[in-house]
């Protein structure tokens, strides 16, 4: 049994700030200040998200895009629509389903994001300011750890309610 098993949930939650809150904090912290480094490029921070995940996959479904981009698939249709329009990803039919698109980023898009990537490297760095590389290496581990307890926690909930 682990230790949060061990306290009853509602002493639990009075740990005050409860994790949720920390990461809310921090997530909500970062958007605005990736919003601000975005401010007076081409993109928003949706869709910078989406351009980086496009970097590293070559054509993805709206849907597998949703998925990695951590939106429904009905959200990600602005992000893509206005991409598209800018002429930084493009959508293509797939030769196996003639009704499915894939989407790929552009050489357009490749390049903004050549240029932004100084900037947004330099923010990434300063999260971790003041931490030892040792550090930063447990904490990116203890964040994947939560996400995982997260994605764990929700299938197990999920799996008890069909049940």
């Known amino acids: 049994m682990t230790a949060a098993e061990q306290m009853p949930h509602s002493d639990k ?3 005050i700030p409860s994790l ?3 990461l809310k904090s921090a997530e909500a912290a970062s958007r605005a200040e990736m919003d601000a480094l975005l401010r007076n490029t081409n993109v928003t921070t949706m869709q910078y ?3 980086g995940v496009l970097l590293e996959h070559e054509a993805l479904s709206g849907a597998a895009l949703a998925r990695r981009t951590f939106v429904r698939p009905q959200s990600i249709q602005d992000t893509i629509r206005a991409l598209e329009a800018k002429g930084y990803i493009e959508r293509v039919q797939t030769t196996q389903d003639r009704r499915e698109r894939v989407i790929s980023i552009t050489e357009s898009g490749a390049e903004l994001m050549r240029e932004l990537e100084p900037k947004i490297a330099t923010f990434d760095a300063a999260l971790s ?3 030892a590389p040792t550090e930063e290496a447990q904490f990116r581990a203890l964040l994947r750890r939560a996400k995982a307890n997260a994605q764990h ?3 197990d909930v999920h799996h008890v309610n069909e049940t």
């Open 13 to 15: 939650f009075r740990e």
């Open 129 to 131: 300011q003041g931490m």
């Open 153 to 155: 926690f929700a299938s």
């Open 20 to 22: 949720i809150y920390l």
């Open 49 to 51: 998200l989406t351009l």
